[in-house]
Every structure is written in structure tokens, then in C-alpha cells.
């Protein structure tokens, strides 16, 4: 029994692993493919447009999510999740043998916008319904713990793809990275899909999905999200609180290793390097959390977490833009141990907002849209914000506004004692 509870475990939180590893690579490679792909004089302008097609393959996700929601809700979770893997598989193999500006022209930038898009399409089924899985296999008493397997794994994949990133740009001289070292983290995400693939096509469906369908004899259409009162003001809270998660994991774990060398001018190997121990301090401190979560009501901790995100954003941007190392670790020492605790708090929350039934379609409708209204765009705001105002420090108050849609999700959850309980 125990062993059948580990597989359920590891083949349901896997997923993100791959994706996130696949759908972030072309973050952390950025700087080397905005000159592949957008070969402009002006470099900051070249990341700009690499930046843009990551915030359009972030508006993908709210697509992705419902269309991939509406089959776990209807069809099962397990279906639902092998098919959001095989949909990755598609866009990192291609990715990785696409052809440069120097060799098809305008055609490059396109068809990786739009495998981008397809990746973000992807992206939006797996993360939420991952979530929903874990939550509905997992013991009583360790809900929060389970479901915060899942943002562990994802810093894990996160810093599988920032380690290969770092790996590549160390490994190979120059002039072989732009011809082809780019393109292995890629191919090694393409083989990482056909493995979780083949690990969930034995996965058992979930206790609470079976239930439902011998209950329900149709599903309940999606109109109903709209017309319900309470369904919107719990689809509310759930744009508040994913916004300000999709900020600051992005400020914090994707974009940080870009501002470190493009602003602070350490060297893209020491920034993904700072980048990648952080992703693992992050994965340890957010299962404490998660423990500290189902020992103690979440809500309390939420506003804690929120209040000094709030407080501490400015201060611990000085230290980021202050050219030195041992006040750049303190910073992130200090936002990674916050973060997490926000994390832990929230995603029980956000997952039991909504009922069994329309829970998969909901949950990754409204977690997709703020991750990609709010998340998707923000390495090109911040960048932005940062030429329009020469100052570093700009992206502290992005932190604080993020915080601020927390802090307000917070009020709103008053009235919910059920989910202030353990």
C-alpha cells in the first residue's frame, strides 16, 4: 500500500518537474537566444522581444487550462495529465531542431512563437491538475504537505533546467553554443516528456473522481461558473492570489539569473549558479511550510506572508542591486523563506475553492489567467521599468503590488472558515 502511495505520489507531481523544466529552458537561455532569433544591435531591445514571445506563451495557458480542465472534470485526471504531457513533447523536440534568423529569416521568430504558444497551452493543464490529483489521493491531516510536493518539484525542474543552462554556457566555447549547445537542454526535455508518459499510463484515478461520476450523469456546464455568485467571488480570490504568486516565482527564480548579469554584470554562469541554489533552498523551506500549514490555520500564515513581502521588497532590492555578493544571497536568502510560506497557505486554499465536479476546469482557468496576465509578462515589465526609469530597483514595487493583490485575496477569505482549518 505504501509503495502504490509513493508511485501515486511521484507520477502525479512528475509532470511538473518535466514541463517546468521545458517550459522555463528558454528563460534561463535568453540572453543566447534573443541573438539567434532577434539579431539586433541594441542587445536590451533584442531581450525585450525574446521576453514578449515568453509573456504570449504564458497567454496560452488560461486556454490550455480550460480545454485540458474540461477533460479531467469530464474524462478523468489521469487522461487529463498524460495528454498534457504528450503536448510538450511536440514543441521541445522542435524547439530544439529549429532553424535560426540566419538561416530562415522572419520564419525563425514566428514558428517559435508559436511553439511557445503550444508550450504554454501545455503548461496550463499540468501544474493545476497535478495539484488537484495529489490533493485528492492525500491523507486528511497532510493535504497542505502533499500539495506542496508540487511547487517543490517544480524549483526542482526549475533548477534542472537552470543547472543545464549553467552547464551549456560553461561547457561549450562560444561559437559552438550559438550553432548548436543551446539546443541539447531541449532535446533532453523531449526525452524527459516520453518518461513521464510512460510512468502515468499506470497511474490509478483519484477516490473523489470516481465518486463524482457515479453521482453525476452529465457535467455541469461552465456557464455555471458565471452565473454563480460565490463561484465568482471564489474565481476572484483565485486571480488575486495566482497573480501574485506568478510575480514574484517569476522575479525571484526565472528572471533574477537575467537581472544579475545584465544589471548587476556578474557573469551568466555565477547568476545561474546564485539562481540554482536558491531553487533548492526555496524546494526545502516551501515542505516545511506545507508542514507548518497542516499544523496550524493557513489564513493567518498567508497574511504574515503577504505583510512582509510588502515590508521587505524595497529594502532587500537595494541589497539585489548593490554589486555584492553576501547582500544579493541575504536578499534572496531572506524572499525565498517568505515565498515559501506563501506558497504553502495559498494552494490548499486555491485548490478547495471549488467543488469536485468543476474543479479541474476552474481552478486551471483562474490560476492560468493570473499567471499569464500578471506572471507571462512580468520579465518584460520589469525589464521595461528598469530602462524607463534607470533605476535597478524598479522591480521592488512589482514585488509590493503583488503582495498587495495577496494581501487583498486575504480579506476577501475571512468569511471562510473552512478554509482556515486544518
Known sequence: MKSNIKYI?????????????????????????????????????????????????????????LFIGYLGDTYGRQRALIISLIMMLIPALLIGLLPTYQSIGLASPILLCLLRILQGFSTGGEHTGSAIYVYEHAPTTYKSFWITTIPAIVALG?????????????????????????????????????????????????????????????????????????????????????????????????????????????????????????????????LLAGYLADKTNRLPLLFIACSLLIISAYPLFTWLSSHNLTKINCAMLILSVIFSVYIAASFTIMVTLFQVEIRYTTFSLGFNLGLAIFGGSCPLIVTWLIHLTNNNKAPAYYIISAATMGFLACLLLINKQSLQKK
Open 9 to 65: 505520489l511521484i507520477g502525479g507531481i512528475i509532470g511538473n518537474f518535466i514541463e517546468w523544466y521545458n517550459f522555463l529552458l528558454y528563460g534561463f537561455l535568453a540572453p543566447i537566444i534573443s541573438l539567434l532569433f532577434f539579431p539586433l544591435q541594441n542587445k536590451t531591445i533584442a531581450l525585450l522581444f525574446t521576453y514578449s514571445i515568453f509573456a504570449v506563451s504564458f497567454l496560452a495557458r488560461p486556454l490550455g487550462g
Open 158 to 286: 526549475i533548477f534542472m533546467s537552470s543547472a543545464t543552462a549553467w552547464i551549456i554556457l560553461h561547457l561549450f566555447k562560444r561559437t559552438v553554443l550559438l550553432a548548436w549547445g543551446w539546443r541539447i537542454g531541449f532535446w533532453l526535455g523531449a526525452l524527459f516528456c516520453i518518461v513521464g508518459i510512460l510512468l502515468r499510463l499506470k497511474l490509478p484515478e483519484t477516490p473523489a473522481f470516481q465518486q463524482m461520476k457515479k453521482q453525476l450523469k452529465k457535467p455541469i456546464p461552465l456557464s455555471l461558473i458565471f452565473s454563480e455568485k460565490y463561484l465568482l467571488k471564489n474565481m476572484l480570490i483565485l486571480l488575486l492570489l495566482s497573480s501574485c504568486w506568478g510575480i514574484i516565482y517569476q522575479i525571484l527564480y526565472v528572471w533574477m539569473p537575467t537581472y544579475l548579469s545584465h544589471y548587476q554584470f556578474l557573469t551568466n554562469s555565477k547568476s545561474l549558479a546564485i539562481n540554482n541554489s536558491y531553487l533548492l533552498l526555496f524546494s526545502l523551506c516551501i
